[in-house]
């Protein structure tokens, strides 16, 4: 299995002016081969490409000075970047041309398979960096001892910031998953409510308005700078930190909720839903990118690839409309927070309601057996409220305040 670990990296003065040059220096291949490829007839393939970067090392000095591999990384990613936009096009999107990279745009490279190490000098970690040197790298987690380092990409932050992100491969294979479900749970992500399960939990969405507080506080500091000038670029910072610090608090919290799910439940089923697509609709856009339900799932996906559970993304039209108990419909607009059957009685909070559905369809579409009576059968009402600050370290929300 493929993971990435990710680093804080402390490299001196000296060290950041070089990894500012190779950086650039990539930036400007980056640019040189866009240039080659938007004036030819045919587009050549990427590995015709980078067997012309010999040549222009006789006369462009400076990427004698970047590692080989490095320079290579810099021509796959033209090319992925092209391959993302024909496939974006295929859609049936509109989409332009690639643009060149201005310096603010450009600010990682990538060493793949060689030109780096991993080292322990006087106790101390040290990433070896080929015609760069050594880096002091903050190891707050250790890779595993059956991981193999395949590449290494090194990336400085809008905060001035510097990361080094491992991309690891796992020789052992995953759990398997089990044919029989003892712990199976259903989920239904929203905004009020961050999630509400079929275990009568519902996880608050987490407090960060003073984050965005201090971040309108920044914005409104910086329009009245003078565009590109010295305190312009100080407050730049002061921006981008206040950004980092609202993603980092984030993703902590969807960390650790995705991590509880794997690791408690045999199954966990979820709403396939489009997340982009509903950021895109009108009204309240701005709560809906910051619940980022699109990352809570791709952590919570990968997350039971790892620790072997059943992982089922369901179709999640009429999950609220329809009864848990007898499976009728009734249309519920989006301000009433109640779920009451007309037909079989059942009374239910809505989203628990929608979330008992999701995790009917997600034992009928992965057709494993439960040991236990469906989710139909054993719908109860629930009003059990978990703040965001409960779910702990572990990933355990409790139900006791």
């Known amino acids: ?8 990296i402390d490299p001196p003065e000296p060290l950041q002016e ?5 950086v650039d220096t990539c930036r400007q291949l980056y640019n040189n081969v866009l240039y080659l490829l938007n004036d030819a007839d045919d587009i050549p393939s990427r590995y015709e490409v980078q067997g012309q970067l010999p040549d222009l090392k006789t006369w462009w ?11 290579q990384m810099v021509v796959k990613r033209v090319y992925d970047n092209l391959s993302t936009l024909k496939a974006q096009k295929e859609n049936g999107r509109s989409v332009g041309m690639l643009k060149w990279k201005p310096p603010r745009e450009y600010r990682s490279l990538t060493y793949n398979q060689s030109g780096f190490k991993l080292k322990n000098t006087s106790g101390r970690p040290i990433l070896w960096l080929s015609k760069i040197g050594e880096i002091p790298i903050h190891l707050h987690r250790d890779i595993p001892e059956d ?5 290494v990409t090194v990336k400085r932050d809008p905060t001035g910031e510097w990361y080094a992100t491992f991309g690891i491969d796992v020789e052992k294979d995953p759990p398997e998953k089990p044919e029989t479900t003892e712990e199976v749970v259903g989920i239904d992500v929203g905004i009020l409510k961050y999630a509400h399960d079929t275990k009568g939990y519902a996880i608050e969405s987490p407090d960060l ?6 971040l309108d506080c920044a914005q409104r500091n910086l329009s009245r700078k003078e565009h590109g ?3 312009w670029e100080k407050q730049r910072e002061v921006v981008a930190r206040r950004h980092a610090d609202l993603k980092r608090k984030r993703r902590d919290f969807l960390h650790k909720l995705s991590n509880y799910y794997a690791q408690e439940y045999d199954l966990v089923a979820v709403e396939d839903l489009d997340a982009k697509g509903l950021v895109e609709l009108p009204g309240n856009s701005r709560d809906r990118v910051g619940a980022a339900w699109g990352t809570f799932l791709r952590m919570l996906e990968y997350k039971c690839e790892r620790e072997g559970t059943h992982f089922v993304a369901v179709d999640p039209k009429n999950t609220t409309k329809e009864c848990a ?10 301000w009433v927070r109640e779920h009451s059957c007309p037909a079989c009685g059942f009374e239910s909070d809505r989203d628990a309601n929608a979330a008992w559905n999701i995790l009917s369809r997600g ?8 040991s236990e009576l469906t989710p139909v059968e054993t719908a109860l009402p629930v009003d059990t409220s978990v703040s965001a600050k409960r779910v702990v370290e572990t990933g355990s929300p409790t139900l006791t305040e």
Do not use: F
């Open 363 to 370: 034992l009928e579409d992965v057709g494993v057996v439960h």
């Open 325 to 334: 108990s007898c499976g009728i419909k009734t249309d519920k607009p989006l």
């Open 209 to 214: 308005s003073e984050e965005r507080d201090r």
């Open 147 to 151: 991981a193999t380092i395949k590449q």
């Open 61 to 71: 000095d400076d990427l004698n000075n970047v590692h080989s591999k490095v320079l």
């Open 1 to 8: 299995m493929q993971y990435n670990y990710k680093y804080r």
């Open 18 to 22: 070089e990894l500012l040059y190779h």
């Open 229 to 231: 000038s010295a305190n």
